[in-house]
């Protein structure tokens, strides 16, 4: 796309093109050297905002046009799959509850999920279902830091503010549940570390009455608005032939009129017994991805709904002793620690207990051996855990298909061909997190 796309240019009856200037266009041009005949080559990033911290784009351009893009990942490695091959099976959680940093409780559920299925053990129905609550109070909360950057990196400032406002509601829901905002390790093999606390369900109840309003703030400040509207309508068009000749999932292929979202087509975790739908949409541009966003966290908050009607009294972690993590972990004034009663019993009246706690903490259970993958839908899509298990206390080897990674791959085909501009706006809409692309 050549400068003579930007002149603000008029048609006189003689059907020559003028400048805004006064001077014949025609004229102008040949009196110059255009800039289109040279290629250049930029970075763009590592730089927050913009390009999402630590992600490096190779841009080549044409004037303002991208004719090249090349994506750089891997300065945020942080060797978390190697480190969990030197800890328990337990010890896995905390390790990769750390990788996409905004989504922790999916990335423990899907790990948990493939212990569990090594095992060949079921958690309780209150487990999993405060583990559906928690992942779609998660959704949302990822959801609102997406449409916050983005509204930044867009222009729209207030967005940022108003994101970032509502998300604190659900992270203080985390803190009252598990004494931690991130990377909180709640969901262990086997069930959960500890039972969610009357007051979390006080505090998710009174957020399911203030949310439905911000939403409506959210499409009152950006819907109507001349400039988002500019900004993402026909911008980094993706269709779905696109999407799944690159692998890509979650609110970009559905924004492309794919309803396909693994709570309803390969259920788990009980979601095919909970009434939602699945957000799509036809456009397959950063305008339909925002669309989509915005209604799952709608559909989110239908789930939580439903949750919190199902939670009945009764376990959170499995009988099996030799499984079920000892600690009994309760919220104190210190906001985390071990009941005073089981340290009371363990340290002071039964050997065996003592024993036990000592050699769970510090050895683990043992896996049998086999593999397996378990895959679930995260905020960006297909979060996938490969487990591998030769029989010890520690796993041989966890690989994760990261949707963060995967969905990069859509850079070039998003970017090439349009503006400079739009390449933050199309990055932006595949909300990559790169802890979790750089695990």
Request: proline share 5%; aromatic share 8%; charged share 25%.
């Amino acid at each position: 796309m050549s400068t003579t796309d930007y002149a603000k240019t008029r048609e006189t009856t003689e059907g020559k093109v003028f400048t805004v200037t006064g001077g014949d266009w025609d004229t102008v041009v040949q009196g110059h050297d255009p800039l289109t005949d040279e290629r250049i080559v930029v970075n763009m990033g590592p730089q927050h905002p913009s390009t999402h911290g630590v992600l490096r784009l190779i841009l080549e351009l044409e004037g303002e046009t991208v004719t090249e893009a090349r994506a750089v990942v891997g300065y945020l490695h942080t060797g978390i799959e190697k480190n969990i091959e030197y800890r328990n099976w337990t010890q896995g959680t905390t390790f990769v509850t750390r990788m996409d940093y905004l989504a922790p409780i999916f990335n423990e559920t899907a790990y948990c999920l493939a212990v569990e299925k090594l095992l060949g053990v079921e958690v309780p129905d209150r487990a999993t279902t405060i583990r559906v609550l928690m992942m779609e109070l998660n959704r949302i909360s990822s959801h609102l830091v997406w449409l916050a950057t983005t509204g930044m990196e867009l222009g729209a400032i207030n967005m940022m503010l108003y994101g970032f406002r509502e998300r604190e509601y659900i992270l203080d829901i985390f803190e009252a549940a598990s004494g931690l905002r991130m990377n909180m390790a709640y969901v262990r093999p086997g069930g959960l570390a500890q039972d969610l606390p009357e007051n979390a369900v006080t505090l998710i109840r009174d957020f399911l009455k203030l949310f439905p309003k911000k939403l409506v703030e959210y499409e009152r400040l950006l819907s109507g608005n001349t400039i988002w509207q500019e900004r993402t309508q026909d911008v980094a068009y993706l269709n779905i032939p696109g999407c799944l000749s690159l692998g890509i999932t979650g609110p970009v292929l559905r924004s492309a009129g794919l309803a396909w979202d693994l709570r309803k087509t390969e259920p788990y975790c009980g979601y095919d017994t909970y009434d939602f739908e699945v957000a799509t949409a036809e456009s397959a541009d950063v305008w339909g991805r925002y669309l989509v966003r915005m209604e799952e966290m709608r559909q989110s908050m239908r789930i939580v709904e439903q949750a919190l009607d199902r939670l009945e009294p009764g376990p959170i972690m499995v009988e099996d002793k030799k499984i079920a993590w000892p600690a009994q972990l309760a919220v104190g004034a210190d906001g985390l620690g071990n009941s005073l009663e089981h340290v009371a019993k363990i340290m002071g009246t039964s050997m065996e207990s003592l024993i036990h706690h000592f050699k769970l903490v510090t050895e683990g259970f043992r896996v049998p051996a086999g593999q397996v993958y378990v895959p679930i839908e995260a905020p960006r899509g297909e979060l996938g855990a490969h487990v591998v298990s030769d029989g010890g206390t520690r796993p041989y080897r966890v690989h994760y298909r990261e949707p963060s990674f995967i969905n990069l791959q859509a850079i070039p085909a998003m970017a090439e061909g349009g503006l400079l501009a739009d390449v933050i706006a199309g990055g932006a809409s595949l909300d990559p997190v790169m802890g979790g692309c750089d695990r």
